[in-house]
């Protein structure tokens, strides 16, 4: 979970965190194999670590301290206060690198995925979030302190180093409500777009996602969403 989500009451209770969790847990089933060296840029408050620790040795960094020390040292093998452009690790190190909703936040890019592509060994995956069509970058956006959304194009040219595996858009079911939201607070002042749902509204667009996730799983592609996912291999 972001710093700034976290400052901002979010528990990660809410639909959307509960259903990103799942998604990454079937991103790292899909790779077939456990005791991995798996390096988490931009770790946060550490809300994914649970799901990733089952799968090997994590490393993490990031350049928020106050994030770091939220989190809990049974969770990971090492953490690093470093920024994703200038990783403080040897060439070939990781079999992993997991970067969940951070791109958006490094002005470099190209270099975060450079430095990525640089500490994976021969063969190593990338996986990946991102926010998916720059159109819809809004006050959310800027609350969060992003530089970007990507499109699928503009991806695949971030990260032309590596070798394309999946591609997905995920979370489709918000897609337009959360677009014309968007589209109207392009203006405003910076604010996310989270909300305490209702319980039966938030169980629904729970199950939704979890219809999504159950997709990726089956590796389809969906055709739009508010965000990409993808895995990579060097």
């Known amino acids: 979970m972001d710093y ?22 079937i991103l790292m089933n899909k790779i077939g194999r456990k005791n991995l060296k798996i390096l988490n840029i931009g ?3 550490g809300a994914d670590l649970e799901i990733i620790n089952r799968f090997g040795n994590i490393y993490i960094i990031d350049v928020n301290k ?9 969770l990971y093998s090492e ?25 958006e936040h490094i002005k470099n890019d ?16 990338l996986l990946l979030m991102v926010p ?32 394309y595996e999946y591609l ?6 918000l897609f337009l409500p959360l677009s014309i939201l968007r589209l109207l607070k392009k203006r405003a002042k910076p604010k996310t777009d989270y909300f305490n749902l209702p319980y039966l509204l938030e169980k629904v667009f729970l199950n939704f ?20 996912v993808g895995v990579y291999r060097k």
């Open 168 to 173: 997905s858009y995920w979370n489709s079911i």
């Open 66 to 74: 106050k994030a770091l020390d939220l989190i809990p040292s049974n």
């Open 4 to 25: 700034r989500d976290y400052i901002d009451g979010q528990t990660g209770d809410q639909f959307w965190f509960r259903s990103k969790k799942d998604l990454i847990n």
């Open 132 to 163: 998916a069509f720059n159109f819809l970058f809004s006050a959310h956006d800027r609350a969060l302190l992003h530089y970007r959304r990507y499109s699928k194009k503009k991806l695949f040219q971030l990260l032309k180093v590596f070798n």
């Open 110 to 125: 190209k270099k975060a995925v450079l430095e990525a592509h640089r500490v994976l060994k021969k063969r190593g995956l």
């Open 209 to 228: 996602l979890k219809i999504e996730n159950k997709l990726i799983t089956r590796d389809y592609r969906l055709p739009f969403g508010l965000s990409l």
């Open 79 to 103: 953490k690093k206060l470093c920024d994703a452009t200038a990783l403080p690790y040897p060439d070939d190190f990781f079999d992993i690198v997991c970067s969940f909703d951070v791109f």
């Open 43 to 45: 770790a946060g408050t």
